[in-house]
């Protein structure tokens, strides 16, 4: 609802306020609709520019009805040429009260005709009276510089008469249209003088009731007489009035900006979005990650764990047969680099993960089909809540700010698991101590194996047995360090093996972990932050046309 009195300063709010809303919504409303509220800023912002003591009103009428006649009843000179069976008035014709012409104002409304009324009432100073051609010229020229000039005005004085005041020609093109502006409008019935005595009053009543009916119930009505004089002056009061209290512009501009600013509501509505929470993130994260192979990452970094360690802690007699088989990791081409220099060195299974690039899809860039099927529907199930209940245009500027970057998706994905710190060089320091007891009792057994040969082979060529040594309940020593050797070995692998696998789980855990992460920082880049960013922009959108209004 415009404010009663508004000033410059509110109006001035108001087209900021439009203005912000416009560039909002620039993609997401009706480019017509845009156009249209870019066209009302920039004249209110051209129209506040002018001083706020000039105040603009036309003059406008159809052939005939006396409107040149009325405006030089009230400018007090002959400048208008009247006319009664065609339209004599081809361009606007501007009388202006004061020292000067406004000559900047005038030539922006571009009225070529301009006169100083000298002499005039100084009440009226700062009045600029515009003398509009007819408005159902057969010139098209003539109406289109009606239709131009309507849009630009403070205020509007129609000039009808008896015979043609309910002429659908001027209420359906103009009075109807402008409903909006009848605080700045006022309808002069003139040649009252040419009514039979007594019918004035009914003929008054009866334009009350039509422009109440058409919404104009603001519109003020007035009876003059150009040619005898009959409220001329009254009339010329009313122009008074509007002039010293210097709001006319205000009204009319306050006017335009909130007639434009309802319709950019109705589009915009009053929807109350909400961001990406927690659980539907979750949902997104979930469904790239299978894309992005994190489950297979996981389990490699579990079979990885088991396969160097097992190599490491385990009894080395049996143990190197598993270097035989590939390592986890590199068949997914993730390549050893050292963590601790950050360069690239001798490839080494026991060495941490950090690469640029897996070979989770077979080296392939992008998602497979099955893969893209997958992101697609979570990041179209993301957007369609997220954009629920919002105008249509908007649901669309969701939606393609959840695909905004959906090139470069695949690829980001697969760099952030590639790039992902596995950890697979810590934690490990057990497996040095259980390394260097396997060897220790690997070379006991070698060394008690070796005591037994040569024993064997010197008696063999009859030469004198080495001693046994001490004996420990009848067992030898070199046969108490080949069979001790060999059951503690097999023992600490077998507890080596409940500890490598117990590590591998926690890496594994780990590795979903920091991956499930790496994933959700591209997701929330490349999908989740583009989705509020558009979010938010629609709820300044509404905020502002609320504001404007």
């Not at 404010?3 to 300063?9: E, G, Q, T």
């Not at 051209?46 to 009230?74: H, I």
């Not at 064997?456 to 050797?485: D, E, K, Q």
């Amino acid at each position: 609802m415009a404010r009663r009195n508004p000033d410059r300063s509110t109006v001035a709010t108001r087209v900021v306020a439009l203005s912000e809303t416009v560039e909002l919504s620039d993609g997401r409303i009706e480019p017509e609709l845009l156009e249209r509220a870019r066209s009302i800023v920039g004249h209110t912002d051209q129209r506040m520019a002018f001083s706020g003591d000039l105040t603009v009103v036309a003059l406008a009428g159809a052939t005939g009805s006396g409107k040149s006649s009325t405006f030089n009843a009230l400018s007090g000179t002959q400048l208008a040429v009247p006319g009664v069976t065609r339209p004599t008035t081809s361009k606007a014709m501007a009388a202006c009260w004061g020292r000067e012409v406004p000559n900047d104002l005038l030539d922006w409304l571009q009225v070529p005709t301009r006169h100083v009324v000298s002499g005039g009432d100084p009440a009226l100073d700062g009045l600029v009276l515009l003398d509009l051609p007819d408005h159902d010229s057969t010139e098209r020229a003539h109406r289109d510089e009606v239709d131009r000039l309507v849009q630009l005005v403070d205020m509007f004085i129609w000039v009808v008469d008896p015979q043609k005041y309910a002429d659908a020609a001027l209420h359906d093109r103009y009075l109807k249209p402008m409903a909006d502006h009848a605080d700045v409008m006022l309808v002069v019935l003139n040649q009252a003088d040419r009514l039979p005595a007594g019918q004035l009053e009914p003929t008054m009543r009866d334009l009350r009731n039509l422009l109440d009916s058409e919404g104009l119930g603001k519109a003020r009505i007035a009876a003059i007489s150009a040619t005898t004089g009959m409220g001329v002056d009254e009339l010329r009061a009313q122009l008074k009035k509007a002039v010293q209290d210097k709001q006319m512009a205000a009204k009319r501009l306050e006017a335009d900006v909130i007639l434009v600013a309802r319709e950019l509501q109705v589009e915009i509505g009053h929807a109350e979005p909400t961001e990406i929470g927690k659980s539907r993130e979750s949902q997104l994260n979930k469904a790239l990650g299978e894309a992005a192979g994190v489950g297979v990452v996981s389990e490699a970094v579990l079979k990885a764990t088991r396969h160097r360690g097992t190599l490491a802690t385990g009894w080395p007699a049996i143990s190197w047969v598993k270097r035989l088989r590939p390592d986890p990791l590199k068949r997914l081409h993730l390549d050893a680099i050292s963590s601790r220099t950050g360069k690239a060195g001798k490839s080494d299974s026991l060495e941490p993960v950090r690469v640029q690039r897996t070979g989770i899809n077979s080296g392939q860039r992008g998602f497979n089909g099955v893969q893209q099927a997958r992101v697609d529907s979570a990041v179209r199930s993301l957007a369609d809540e997220a954009s629920a209940g919002l105008p249509r245009g908007w649901q669309d500027a969701v939606r393609r700010a959840s695909r905004r970057d959906e090139d470069k998706l695949a690829d980001e994905l697969d760099q952030a698991v590639a790039t992902t710190d596995l950890a697979m060089d810590r934690g490990r320091g057990w497996w040095k101590i259980f390394q260097v007891l396997q060897w220790i009792l690997i070379t006991a057994v070698v060394i008690g194996a070796g005591w037994l040969a040569l024993r064997m082979a010197l008696m063999y060529f009859g030469f004198p047995p080495l001693s046994l040594g001490p004996t420990y309940r009848g067992f030898a020593t070199p046969t108490l360090m080949v069979i001790g050797g060999v059951a503690a070995g097999l023992l600490l692998a077998a507890i080596s093996r409940v500890l490598v696998e117990f590590a591998a789980k926690r890496k594994a855990e780990r590795a979903t972990r920091v991956l499930e992460k790496a994933i959700g920082e591209v997701s929330r880049q490349r999908i989740i932050d583009p989705v509020n960013s558009e979010l938010r922009r629609y709820e300044q959108a509404r905020d502002q046309v609320a504001r404007a209004l």
